[in-house]
């Protein structure tokens, strides 16, 4: 359904209006969902990804300015939105693994990689720092140091730097 507004709005030039705010705010979210999703079905080494033959960053800004939504306010929700699956692919990974499905977690992981490389986080963002503390709750440091070296043998360098902080192993 996003998709399809989106294609509407760009091709004719218009905006849509929700009835509330909360409807719209919903709607984004989902979107972004979506969008997030297609990133995480992406390949590994993807250095870009597309909904609907659009670059997803530019689908998703342009289905905020589409919907009537602030920049600034839509840069959160997609920041927040990429945290809370940061969160849940580092959990889902390491579940994985305690499991004995190496490959599973890797690819898990991997997912991680191209969000984080399609959408990257702000160093130092408040949203990863939240992820940070939410994963020292329930791992052990050699645990996150674990899954931060599987990342870096499945993605390389690139991400380092972001999945450490989401992991809370830098100082």
Not at 6 to 34: H, K, M, P, W
Not at 48 to 54: A, H, I, K, R
């Amino acid at each position: 359904m996003c998709e399809q507004l989106r294609q509407i709005c760009r091709t004719s030039g218009v905006r849509t209006s929700f009835d509330t705010t909360n409807t719209r705010d919903s709607f984004y979210r989902a979107s972004i969902e979506l969008v997030l999703n297609v990133c995480s079905w992406a390949p590994s080494h993807s250095t870009s990804v597309e909904v609907d033959d659009e670059d997803a960053r530019e689908f998703i800004a342009g289905l905020a300015e589409n919907v009537g939504l602030e920049k600034i306010r839509a840069a959160r929700m997609v920041c927040a939105a990429v945290a809370a699956r940061t969160r849940l692919r580092f959990l889902q990974a390491w579940a994985l693994k305690m499991q004995g499905k190496h490959s599973e977690a890797v690819s898990e992981l991997s997912k991680i990689c191209v969000i984080h490389r399609i959408f990257p986080p702000e160093e130092s963002s408040p949203e990863m720092e939240m992820v940070a503390r939410g994963l020292e709750k329930v791992l052990k440091v050699e645990q996150r140091e674990l899954l931060m070296g599987m990342l870096v043998g499945a993605c390389g360098e690139e991400n380092r730097k972001s999945a450490a902080e989401a992991l809370g192993l830098v100082w």
